[in-house]
């Protein structure tokens, strides 16, 4: 074995100028590699982190997954019911104390009860539909980010006036409206009433900032027309990834809808599962590239020293021997250039984070980027192989020929 070694370092030391050139190709696609993986995961990361924190993990509401059944249908196995209306339902969820109790029992997160309702806001001639969200100031900093997220005032300056409300920064951007402005608000159950602007938030979510606003339960439950009216229950997850898993659960236990933030967001995060495939064919391409210049220096080589490998030979070395000599010497340049790529990568990266970014559109400043090890060890992985392979090929065909037959071509 210590022949091998000798004879490849010998071959790559003699080569001096191919050698750097074949590591440097290694490197800058380990790198580039490297830098694109994390600027990809970082601004995926980045925008579900900022999903996560515009939602609840998991919401439950008053709506059922399945209407219903009819008595008939639960006394009788084949009947069949077609054209009937249901029964009318009171709006809300029945018992909710009762049902955050037994929540709180086992949902590994914080639990809160709100009042969802719909509405109107006229303020300066200008009317806007809007999602009126009823909450607990105290309980609501244990399942969202409102509370970081507001621009102006306060969550308890929910308690400090007469129907006070909170705006997205853009709804009210919309209406013209700031602190201190008295809105009219109308609700679908006929009730108006006048409330007092006394904070903005922005939670970096069009949607939500352009269509939600924020009131005291009681509030809410006043502009529906409903005393003691809750139908929706938000939790907040120690690990947001749980939240399929536990949305399941609940619905086996209560029949009600509840929703997981990645069933609210299904469309994106199918597109994330393409966007990876897309991400991964480009870092799978760079690397491919280098490896080309990895294959033509090991075969320049290995053409090179035709007649040592023919004096090789002669001397009574195998041609599994010689393979491994020239594979080795790929080996060495995909390590040598997956340490140097791996170094170049985190500066790439490094330098890519530093970059600040003014937008009115982004709360942000710098590139959003992830310094994962495993880019690193499926970059270093991918150039190691590709290097060996590169070195395979020429090895084989070198190996195959017979030492009078080198000598004979070379003279």
């Known amino acids: 074995m210590n022949l091998v070694l000798d004879i490849a370092w010998t071959h790559i030391q003699a080569r001096g100028r191919q050698t750097l050139v074949a590591v440097l190709g290694v490197a800058i696609g380990v790198g580039f590699?490297?830098?694109?993986?994390?600027?990809?995961?970082?601004?995926?990361?980045?925008?579900?982190?900022?999903?996560?924190?515009?939602?609840?993990?998991?919401?439950?509401n008053d709506e059922r997954r399945r209407a219903p059944r009819q008595p008939a249908e639960d006394m009788f196995g084949a009947a069949e019911i077609r054209g009937l209306t249901p029964a009318t339902r009171r709006p809300g969820i029945s018992n909710p104390m009762a049902m955050v109790s037994a929540l709180e029992g086992?949902?590994?997160?914080?639990?809160?009860?709100?009042?969802?309702?719909?509405?109107?806001?006229?303020y300066a001639g200008k009317d806007l539909t809007a999602s009126i969200v009823g909450i607990d100031p105290l309980r609501e900093a244990r399942v969202s980010q409102l509370a970081t997220q507001m621009r102006q005032g306060s969550l308890p300056a929910l308690y400090r006036a007469t129907n006070a409300i909170i705006l997205g920064d853009r709804l009210a951007e919309k209406l013209g409206a700031r602190i201190g402005s008295n809105i009219s608000v109308s609700a679908s159950a006929g009730r108006v009433m006048t409330a007092r602007v006394v904070g903005i938030f922005h939670a970096g979510v069009r949607s939500i900032d352009e269509n939600t606003a924020y009131v005291l339960i009681k509030t809410a439950q006043v502009l529906s027309d409903q005393t003691g009216l809750i139908n929706?229950?938000?939790?907040?997850?120690?690990?947001?990834?749980?939240?399929?898993?536990?949305?399941?659960?609940?619905?086996?236990?209560?029949?009600?809808?509840?929703?997981?933030?990645?069933?609210?967001?299904?469309?994106?995060?199918?597109?994330?599962?393409?966007?990876?495939?897309?991400?991964?064919?480009?870092?799978?391409?760079?690397?491919?590239?280098a490896s080309f210049g990895t294959y033509n220096i090991i075969s320049t080589i290995t053409f090179e020293k035709s007649r040592d490998i023919a004096i090789m030979k002669s001397l009574g070395l195998t041609q599994a021997t010689v393979r491994r000599i020239f594979v080795l010497e790929g080996l060495v340049i995909g390590v040598a250039?997956?340490?140097?790529g791996s170094v170049l990568g985190y500066l790439l990266t490094l330098g890519m984070g530093s970059i600040e970014i003014k937008s009115p559109f982004m709360d942000s400043t710098h590139l959003?980027?992830?310094?994962?090890?495993?880019?690193?060890?499926?970059?270093?992985g991918i150039a190691l192989a590709a290097s060996a392979i590169a070195g395979y090929f020429p090895a084989r065909k070198a190996a195959r020929l017979h030492p009078v037959e080198i000598i004979r071509g070379a003279t």
């Open 337 to 340: 250039g997956g340490v140097a």
């Open 232 to 289: 929706e229950i938000r939790m907040r997850l120690n690990d947001p990834m749980n939240a399929r898993a536990v949305a399941e659960r609940i619905v086996a236990d209560t029949g009600l809808k509840a929703v997981s933030w990645q069933e609210a967001n299904e469309d994106i995060m199918s597109s994330f599962v393409i966007r990876n495939i897309i991400m991964y064919t480009v870092v799978g391409a760079i690397l491919l590239v």
């Open 368 to 380: 959003p980027m992830v310094y994962s090890p495993l880019h690193y060890a499926i970059a270093s």
């Open 33 to 60: 590699s490297i830098m694109m993986a994390a600027l990809m995961q970082g601004s995926q990361d980045d925008f579900v982190k900022t999903l996560v924190n515009a939602l609840p993990h998991v919401s439950v």
């Open 106 to 122: 086992w949902v590994p997160g914080s639990v809160t009860l709100s009042v969802q309702a719909k509405g109107i806001l006229r």
